[in-house]
């Protein structure tokens, strides 16, 4: 059984930081593409980021762009989103979500990702 597991979340003022972890287990994690996913109340969810199986291709949404940064260590079989700058638009509940690389692309959307974590909430204060 696939669990996938994020930790990181928090209140944190404007300017502040935050990493946010996703551990994966019952799946073979280097062959799957993560994908980071975030909603606010009354917004559909969005893709915030994502990074293949190998680590090298990496993507970033507009509204993060330069602000965040997805990594992987496969060893560890977990995915980290490290978070700067927060703005209060960034709060919203935070998702990680895996999908096998061959069924996949850098913006696959939510409906194309397979499993998916509980979810861990951010504030940003103003």
């Known amino acids: 059984q696939v669990h996938l597991v994020e930790s990181g979340g928090g209140l944190v003022q404007a300017g502040g930081s935050l990493r946010l972890s996703c551990a994966a287990s019952?799946?073979?994690?280097?062959?799957?593409?993560m994908g980071w996913f975030r909603q606010a109340p009354g917004k559909e969810r969005e893709l915030v980021a994502s990074?293949?199986?190998?680590?090298?291709?990496?993507y970033y949404s507009d509204s993060v762009k330069g602000r965040f940064t997805t990594s992987r260590d496969n060893a560890k079989n977990t995915v980290y989103l490290q978070m700067m700058s927060l703005k209060p638009e960034d709060t919203a509940a935070y998702y990680c979500?895996?999908?096998?690389?061959?069924?996949?692309?850098?913006?696959?959307?939510?409906?194309?990702?397979?499993?998916w974590g509980q979810g861990t909430q951010v504030t940003v204060s103003s």
């Open positions: 979500a895996a999908v096998p690389i061959n069924y996949s692309s850098a913006r696959s959307t939510d409906r194309e990702y397979h499993y």
């Open positions: 019952g799946l073979t994690f280097s062959s799957y593409r």
């Open positions: 990074i293949s199986a190998s680590g090298l291709t990496k």
